[in-house]
């Protein structure tokens, strides 16, 4: 085989259909996950989980679906580098994308207090644990789609 040539991804299982009662677990989670939330907020928090995660799968469907919502094109554009557009996020956004940065990437060293700290000046206490509920939910879909093969821009759902 040359290196031009591409390979066939292996075929994979579709985990709804392998899973049912997993599957519907975890849309029912993500819709309690949900509940209550700003669904501009929402977005956000999905689509910096998927930027971290490198799920193209998601962060396709959520860029699309925060389009649809109304967001605007400069917003989508700079949640990857929030840190540095201070003045296209809320206090409360950039609280939410930061604990969302330290969850998902948990294995660098948890979630820092001032982190947390941070959130939960922003959130009431119910409002948070659904904020935290959501990037539980996100990063699970993200696993799943990376570990399934879920190619971003298929209609697949």
């Known amino acids: 085989m040359t290196t031009t040539q591409q390979v066939k991804p292996a075929s994979r299982i579709n985990f709804a259909k392998a899973a049912p009662k997993a599957f519907r677990a975890l849309i029912g989670f993500d819709a309690a996950a949900r509940d209550g ?7 956000l928090i999905q689509i910096r989980s998927s930027q971290l995660n490198h799920c193209a799968y998601c962060l396709h469907m959520h860029t699309n679906d925060a389009r649809k ?9 700079m949640t990857q580098v929030w840190h540095e557009a201070p003045h296209f996020f809320t206090e ?3 609280a ?3 604990l969302t940065e330290a969850v998902t990437l948990i294995a660098d060293g948890g979630v820092p207090d001032e982190v947390y700290a ?33 190619v971003a821009g298929t209609d697949e759902r």
Do not use: C, M, Y
Request: hydrophobic content about 50%.
């Open 69 to 77: 919502a109304g967001e605007s094109e400069d917003r989508l554009h």
């Open 92 to 94: 409360k956004e950039r």
């Open 37 to 43: 939330l700003d669904p501009a907020l929402v977005e």
């Open 118 to 150: 941070q959130a939960a000046a922003h959130f009431e206490e119910q409002e948070l644990a659904q904020v935290l509920a959501l990037i539980f939910t996100i990063n699970t879909w993200n696993r799943l789609a990376l570990a399934t093969g879920k």
């Open 96 to 98: 939410a994308l930061a």
